[in-house]
């Protein structure tokens, strides 16, 4: 086995890529930048020093660890430049906290003779003068951003408590002139890489819990039909093309189920049906519009919009069907409902004098937040650890996706390089 | 032959090499004190952990011919009402498709760009059924009629002005 796969990555995978789309769909997007930094925040001040040897490297892993850190809201940059450091350094700590660093990070980065690289840090908390251990890591070149988003969630979890997700995936569809793109990225936007590349639009990526496929919604047969994409093999299957249309689909936690908005029997009504295929199994009989099903983090409840009380609303009712209490109440137009892995937020946008506001709810208290100073938001999606949101906005006109912390003190922007960008989904933390 | 048994090999390694991934599983004792753990990084060659393949689907497909004359009915914001100005419209299209049985139409919904995309879906839906319903009632069979919507995704305008999300919503009969 060991065998058969390093001959299949001798496969320039890139190279294929190129020939397969062309040029001009391979122009990188740029990082999730940090833009708005929020005022009385608690962030921890921490130093990340240069790697060891990342002047050789493909990657700066320093520079990748750092931004991760400061996109997540919750760490400060301390400067550490001109030190010279690493994993195995007997770190002046008196000197770091002088400095106004809480905690330190550095490491190395050697390049192996079989062409990998040797990656190795160390973490210390410079406050209590504690060593928080390290990491070691031998990987080909094409995993050093991989390797670097690690070391951070490493750092994230260490010192926060809370699992980091920079080593996470987003998918996302970006529209340039007529063709639309599925697109697979790291938490920060870069390493982009294409799923789909389409004459029709594509709408509604969702997530296998899995991490390893996306549902969506794609009108390559002019209608809309849903498909399951298994991203690493390129292999896809039709979900639902039932007469009509066929579109919002949503994974249940277990992987098993997939609820989703039909309109064969007339109306756009919510189904469910075995992640597989098979026949649709109805859920609601309303005379209106029900659509964009999610599954709560539990798989008992979906929540869903409906306009059965004369305009758009959320509501939650049980997985199985049934009674439906409606969740939002403030305003005319809510939809696109998110909850949190956790279980403790949904995600949602409100129509507001006319713009469109992305909307936290505490789902124990029902306390609303407006976490967004933008006006055409759309599709929340949660990151795994339930702590940040990425959606999609406009921004002078232009379409973005961002990232905010749920007070909404700290976002991040990631724009398309020539043409619009849209329907992000977060997906699960890598196995 | 021998690429059929590399794409096999291909798929047997990527479901072997997704499973291997495994970064921080060997602890090790570290001189230095701490724990450090060792990985053996994501894959043996590549970026296993995020291998992506690329499916192109290439040209779009091509609508047939329909009969003389206009195909769009058009509505107002946040309705579904088929107006009285477009019943020459449907009255048109669905004398075309009695003449024979065989035809087929798509009725394909459109919505302006103001809301989420997957209830805007569900708005085109609605105004696509609407124009279905005006046909049958002037006697088309419904088997040859399918309502379907593209939401907010394909606007016949792109301008933001009323001008142009007027022409948005809209339902498009279609022949393939």
Redesign the interface.
């Known amino acids: 086995m060991k065998m058969i796969c390093t001959d299949r990555f001798s496969i320039p995978r890139r190279l294929l890529l190129g020939v397969l789309l062309g040029g001009s769909m391979m122009s990188a997007l740029a990082q999730f930048r940090v833009e708005i930094s929020g005022v009385g925040l608690t962030q921890m001040p921490i130093a990340i020093a240069g790697f060891r040897g990342e002047g050789q490297s493909p990657v700066k892993i320093s520079g990748v660890i750092q931004a991760d850190l400061e996109r997540s809201g919750r760490f400060k940059m301390v400067d550490a430049a001109g030190q010279s450091l690493d994993e195995g350094s007997r770190a002046d700590l008196p000197l770091w906290r002088q400095r106004g660093a809480d905690s330190l990070a550095a490491g190395s980065v050697t390049r192996l003779p079989d062409g990998r690289y040797d990656v190795r840090f160390r973490l210390w908390d410079v406050v209590r003068g504690q060593d928080l251990g390290g990491q070691v890591y031998s990987v080909p070149a094409g995993d050093l951003r991989l390797v670097s988003h690690k070391i951070a969630d490493y750092i994230h979890e260490k010192l926060t408590g809370d699992k980091g997700v920079f080593s996470t995936r987003i998918a996302y569809v970006t529209k340039s002139g007529r063709q639309h793109t599925l697109w697979v990225a790291d938490a920060d936007g870069e390493n982009a890489q294409v799923a789909l590349a389409s004459p029709e639009p594509i709408i509604s990526p969702a997530w296998s819990p899995g991490g390893d496929s996306l549902a969506y919604v794609s009108f390559e047969a002019r209608k809309p039909v849903v498909y399951v994409h298994d991203v690493a093999t390129g292999r896809r299957r039709l979900l639902a093309n039932f007469r009509g249309s066929n579109s919002a689909p949503a994974w249940s936690p277990d992987g098993r189920t997939v609820a989703l908005t039909l309109s064969r029997d007339g109306g756009s009504q919510l189904y469910v049906m075995d992640a597989s295929g098979g026949e649709p199994r109805r859920l609601t009989q309303s005379p209106g519009i029900d659509t964009e099903p999610v599954f709560s983090p539990d798989g008992r409840s979906i929540y869903f919009v409906s306009d059965r009380g004369g305009a758009p609303q959320i509501y939650r009712m049980p997985a199985s069907g049934g009674v439906a209490e409606r969740v939002t109440f403030a305003g005319t137009y809510n939809i696109s409902p998110a909850i949190s892995p956790d279980g403790r937020w949904l995600a949602y946008v409100s129509r507001v004098n006319g713009a469109f506001k992305l909307q936290v709810m505490e789902l124990a208290s029902g306390t609303v937040n407006a976490i967004t100073d933008t006006a055409a938001d759309e599709s929340p999606s949660f990151a795994p650890n339930s702590r940040l949101i990425v959606y999609a906005t406009q921004n002078q006109g232009r379409e973005a996706l961002m990232t905010t912390t749920l007070d909404g003190k700290i976002k991040a922007r990631l724009a398309g390089q020539d043409g619009d960008i849209r329907e992000p989904s977060w997906g699960p933390f890598q196995k | 032959m021998s690429r059929v048994l590399l794409a096999i090999?291909?798929?047997?390694?990527?479901a072997?090499?997704?499973?291997?991934?495994k970064?921080?599983s060997v602890p090790?004792e570290?001189k230095?004190?701490?724990?450090?753990?060792?990985?053996?990084?994501?894959?043996?060659?590549?970026?296993?952990?995020?291998?992506?393949?690329?499916?192109?689907?290439?040209?779009?497909?091509q609508d047939g011919a329909g009969p003389a004359g206009p195909n769009v009915v058009y509505f107002d914001y946040d309705s579904f009402v088929v107006k009285p100005e477009y019943q020459s419209v449907v009255e048109n299209q669905a004398r075309y498709l009695r003449a024979d049985l065989k035809r087929k139409a798509?009725l394909?919904g459109h919505t302006d760009e103001?809301?989420?995309?997957?209830?805007n879906?569900?708005?085109g839906?609605?105004r696509a059924?609407a124009v279905a319903r005006a046909m049958t009632l002037l006697g088309v069979s419904g088997g040859q009629l399918?309502?379907?919507?593209?939401?907010k995704?394909?606007p016949a305008a792109q301008g933001s002005d009323e001008a142009s999300l007027a022409k948005n919503r809209r339902v498009e009969v279609?022949y393939?």
Request: contains cysteine; aromatic residues 2%; glycine residues 18%.
């Open positions: 090999a291909v798929a047997a390694c990527l072997g090499c997704a499973s291997d991934v970064l921080d090790v570290d230095a004190g701490a724990a450090v753990t060792t990985g053996s990084g994501a894959g043996a060659g590549g970026a296993a952990a995020s291998a992506v393949t690329a499916v192109d689907l290439g040209k779009g497909g798509m394909e103001r809301g989420g995309r997957e209830y879906l569900a708005l839906q609605r059924e399918e309502a379907v919507s593209f939401g995704e394909k279609k393939r």
